[in-house]
């Protein structure tokens, strides 16, 4: 099993910066990818970036391209989003997300076997 706890939402102006962070625990050595999702309300949840937790690819939704960040800290056990230039159109509730298998769509949820318990972000315009 794996845990996944997210940590460092809050309220920010519109163009400031946050940084969330994931804590996994468990059979961490099963895990290949780490992703972020992000869900407002009313709408589906939707990818935000994706990497492999020992490297190889990084990939971002175009929405976030440029400004947003995924990194990790191995020895922590711990990946973040850095997020900058924030918009009234990130808000949402951020969750992050573990998966065992290489390949698949990275962008789609239902591919994803561990879930954080979201984290809420909101953007004043």
């Known amino acids: 099993q794996v845990q996944l706890v997210e940590s460092g939402g809050g309220l920010v102006q519109a163009g400031g910066s946050l940084r969330l962070s994931c804590v996994v625990s468990g059979r961490t050595f099963s895990v290949t990818t780490m992703a972020w999702f992000r869900q407002a309300p009313g709408k589906d949840r939707e990818f935000v970036a994706v990497?492999?937790?020992?490297?190889?690819?990084?990939y971002y939704a175009d929405s976030v391209k440029g400004r947003f960040t995924i990194s990790g800290d191995n020895a922590k056990n711990t990946v973040y989003l850095q997020m900058s230039s924030l918009k009234a159109e990130d808000t949402a509730i951020y969750y992050c997300?573990?998966?065992?298998?290489?390949?698949?769509?990275?962008?789609?949820?239902?591919?994803?076997?561990?879930w954080g318990q979201g984290t809420q972000v909101t953007v004043s315009s």
């Open positions: 997300a573990a998966r065992q298998i290489r390949g698949g769509s990275y962008y789609q949820s239902g591919t994803y076997d561990y």
């Open positions: 990497s492999r937790w020992s490297g190889g690819y990084v």
